[in-house]
């Protein structure tokens, strides 16, 4: 039993047959859990179960959890490909019990399990406890009876858990594995103890206590157990290899990025970093990650730019990431079955990634090579380290990872200055920021009846005018109501708050939007129309029935929507933002390509069919796990108490929402998408209408037709003939307008030849021809050439106050002349830039009356350059 695939399924078997249950790894994106980035630990499925806010059916579970530490607190990044053991993707092996057992029994599992089902050698493994742990110091010496010669205590840094700064908290016992005296280090707690001779293989951590903002430690009611043991780690340890990536999970990923790169040396660093960052990215990707700036997706792409430019250390400048999923689904894709579901979705992403990287890596690795090559000391310049983040999306640590590899530094305070410069630029640039949001302090909660009242009686239990809590609003006053119960819909979820009237008997509120800002307390904004409001007045709160029907109908078509996306384009569309409003609805999607025509019109279709259908949309209110059990859809990253609302419509789409919806979906009677396009990468944007709005974009667009007809003196069904045939006659009238031009380019050219003047044996001209454009402008300047044999030419065109220019150096001359040089020269006299090939280079300009001086230099710029 050495295999990992053994080990993993050993571990589960063993704890199982000690009455844990067996439950699957969660995903990557922690759910319901703003404060990480990834799962990056075997309990954070099990963080509210700890904490007692969550009850589960048992009391003690077994996982192998995949995780991620690439990014926040936990990032082993930077790492990877350096040492032995670290990893962006690992496995966690794990047993937890929540208040059933505790130290007596998570030791003696975790002894038996490595001694007796995994025979490991009692000779070979090292005992840790925290200093003051008697308890579990007595279990180990005088219940297992370890070697006192092989334990030891060690301080809170390495053997003192905690959740956070406050809350759960306890001591830790770790076990590790000693690989032998031939490798250096010495055990834990000592001197040497960094060495890689004793290798953590397993940390059994006890939840014992609660520790306060004053660092109080309140013993626990329920004391827990939380263990984790790398899979990786410990498959080394059984396949008698000292590396990670030497164990049978790397070694075929290793042999196929070899086969793939062209790489001959297996141990080559870059193989390792590409085979742990295949890993990473596929089960990203998997589990709904896509590359992009910022958050998730940016560490995604910094792994995927990583591993790329890894395989362009190795010469492979094509892509080549993409294929290496397939061996990977190989090798995992029993274990994890979703990884196989998912495979030519992976694929095409990642290829998609590699070839947009492509050209930049090209670009961005000249211009640090140039960087590095006129380095007078060893460290790289803050404004190169800049200038490769922000025009070539180098991550700052892919760059590092270059220096690194030879023997430099980045200048990280100078990049900090070049960001700090940018942002002020930006500041100062943009238009928005005048205005801040007013914190305000709102306790209580709010009753929200408007799922079947738009009308209700309520009472003011609060105002706010300016920020500031006030007994009364006076008419004109802008302010804030919160009403003890509502029919207003708070904006959420992606839905826009509601409009509508407060009616009391001494005056009226036009409420303008309705948000929640606290748990629980919806509020009103907008102003007194009339009269006064005032705390304590009954009013009548009458929600504006026509917005909010019309706002239903999108949102009910978002979730049709969803699932007509799903169902086209695959289960890898997971919904990325949406807006909900009266006018239409925005939809934002992870896909990795345009939405074609036919699939647009696919969607439409299996939309529209489904409004026919005219089912009843049911809402139901379950607890969160029954509501997942059924199949109902669910956002990662959001926020679900334990009863949620589910919303079916069919069988066509069941999803958990908190929206306003229509009662049949046969009420959104017409759908209509008015646009698509990519707002970041791998995220799509979709727009569409329902109901009237739909029928007034279709019959607009129907008059478009009928005058574009009318102007082409035709009817609807011969339009595309007449457009055609329109194109193609300005087609022709193009190219003949081209041809004149070019002649009369030619026939100035002749003229202006004789205008050079002589520079040794060299001729140089350097004229103004206006009228032509750039593609004549060229055409002219090699006629020239051509005809002047060993020459310099610089041709201007100037035209709507804009200056093109030209400039040619025969080939006899470039080892001496560069025309890219001499065109940055003339251009800047005429305010712009350019360049270009040694023979031929172009620039643009913005100051006509700056060019007789561009022109008058270009004779001694050659005149010195030949001296």
Same mark, same amino acid.
């Given at each position: ?148 010669? /092989? ?70 009611? /329920? ?132 070839? /947009? ?150 005056? /009226? ?359």
């Amino acid at each position: 039993m050495t295999t990992s695939s053994d080990l993993r399924a050993s571990f589960i078997d063993y704890f199982a047959q000690q009455g844990h249950q067996p439950v699957a790894s969660s995903p990557l994106i922690p759910a319901n859990d703003a404060t990480l980035l990834f799962t990056n630990a075997g309990m954070v499925q099990f963080k509210d179960a700890f904490l007692g806010r969550e009850r589960r059916p048992y009391t003690r579970a077994v996982t192998s959890q995949r995780c991620v530490r690439a990014g926040g607190k936990h990032n082993d990044l930077e790492n990877v490909g350096y040492t032995a053991r670290h990893h962006t993707f690992f496995e966690m092996l794990g047993n937890f019990s929540f208040g059933d057992y505790f130290k007596r029994e998570a030791i003696h599992y975790a002894w038996d399990y490595l001694t007796r089902v995994l025979h490991l050698p009692p000779e070979r493994l090292w005992f840790t406890v925290y200093t003051e742990d008697d308890e579990a110091a007595s279990i180990w010496l005088d219940e297992i009876k370890v070697d006192p010669q /092989r334990f030891s205590r060690c301080g809170a840094a390495d053997n003192f858990w905690s959740m956070g700064d406050t809350g759960p908290c306890g001591p830790c016992s770790e076990i590790f594995y000693d690989h032998g005296p031939a490798i250096a280090g010495g055990p834990p707690g000592s001197p040497d103890a960094d060495g890689d001779r004793y290798v953590e293989i397993w940390n059994l951590v006890f939840m014992q206590f609660n520790r306060a903002a004053d660092g109080t430690l309140t013993p626990l009611p /329920r004391p827990s157990v939380d263990t984790g043991m790398g899979l990786e780690r410990l498959a080394a340890v059984m396949q008698g290899v000292h590396s990670n990536y030497d164990i049978d999970l790397f070694v075929k990923l290793i042999a196929a990025a070899a086969a793939i790169t062209g790489c001959a040396d297996q141990a080559d660093q870059s193989l390792r970093v590409i085979a742990d960052h295949i890993r990473s990215t596929a089960f990203l990707i998997t589990d709904g990650v896509t590359p992009g700036n910022e958050g998730r997706g940016y560490v995604l792409r910094r792994i995927m730019r990583r591993a790329i430019r890894h395989g362009y250390r190795l010469g492979c400048t094509a892509p080549f990431f993409y294929r290496l999923v397939a061996p990977l689904v190989a090798e995992m894709g029993d274990a994890y079955p979703e990884l196989r579901t998912a495979q030519t979705q992976v694929e095409r992403l990642v290829r998609l990634e590699e070839e /947009r990287f492509a050209e930049t890596l090209t670009n961005g690795m000249g211009i640090l090579e140039t960087a590095i090559a006129g380095l007078a000391d060893r460290r790289i310049p803050g404004d190169t380290v800049f200038k490769l983040y922000d025009t070539y999306g180098f991550p700052t640590d892919l760059t590092a990872d270059i220096a690194r590899e030879r023997g430099l530094t980045l200048d990280l305070a100078g990049f900090e200055r070049a960001m700090d410069a940018q942002k002020d630029r930006a500041r100062a640039a943009s238009q928005f920021g005048a205005g801040q949001d007013v914190a305000i302090d709102i306790q209580g909660q709010t009753e929200f009846c408007g799922y079947d009242y738009l009308h209700e009686t309520a009472t003011v239990v609060a105002l706010y005018r300016d920020g500031h809590s006030c007994d009364a609003l006076d008419e004109g006053q802008d302010g804030l109501v919160i009403l003890d119960l509502t029919p207003f819909y708070g904006e959420s979820g992606g839905q826009v708050g509601d409009r509508g009237w407060l009616t009391g008997e001494s005056g /009226r509120f036009e409420v303008g939007d309705t948000q929640k800002k606290a748990e629980g307390v919806i509020y009103h904004l907008g102003r007194v129309v009339i009269g006064q409001l005032r705390v304590g007045d009954s009013v009548a709160a009458q929600v504006d029935d026509t917005r909010r029907h019309a706002t239903a109908l999108n949102h009910s078509a978002t979730h049709l929507l969803h699932a007509a996306l799903r169902q086209t384009l695959g289960d890898h569309v997971q919904q990325k933002g949406s807006l909900v409003g009266p006018e239409r609805l925005r939809f934002d999607f992870s896909h990795f390509e345009p939405v074609t025509r036919a699939q647009l019109l696919e969607i439409e279709r299996l939309v529209n069919r489904e409004i026919r259908k005219n089912h009843v949309v049911e809402t139901r209110i379950m607890d969160l796990e029954d509501a997942k059990a059924t199949g109902a859809a669910a956002l990662f990253g959001e926020k679900y108490g334990d009863q949620v609302r589910v919303l079916r419509m069919g069988d066509f789409s069941t999803e958990l929402c908190g929206g306003t919806h229509v009662k049949a979906v046969g009420d959104i009677g017409l759908f209509k998408i008015v646009g698509e396009g990519g707002i970041a990468s791998g995220v799509r944007r979709i727009e569409a209408m329902t109901g009237a709005g739909a029928l007034d974009w279709v019959e607009a667009d129907e008059d478009r037709v009928l005058r574009l007809a009318g102007l082409l003196k035709g009817g609807r069904e011969d339009l595309d003939d007449r457009v055609a045939t329109l194109i193609e006659r300005g087609r022709s009238l193009e190219k003949e307008l081209d041809q004149i031009k070019s002649r009369l380019a030619s026939s100035a050219g002749k003229d202006l030849a004789s205008q050079a003047v002589a520079v040794g044996a060299v001729k140089v001209l350097a004229a103004r021809i206006d009228g032509v454009d750039p593609k004549a402008l060229r055409e002219t300047l090699d006629q020239i050439k051509d005809q002047l044999g060993s020459a310099v030419v610089v041709l201007a065109s100037t035209a709507d106050g804009k200056v093109s220019l030209a400039a040619g150096v025969t080939k006899d001359l470039t080892d001496r002349l560069k025309a890219g040089d001499l065109i940055r020269e003339v251009a800047a006299k005429v305010g712009g830039k350019g360049g270009g090939r040694p023979d031929m280079a172009q620039a643009g300009g913005t100051d006509p009356a700056g060019l007789p001086a561009a022109l008058g230099l270009v004779e001694e710029w050659v005149r010195q350059r030949l001296a």
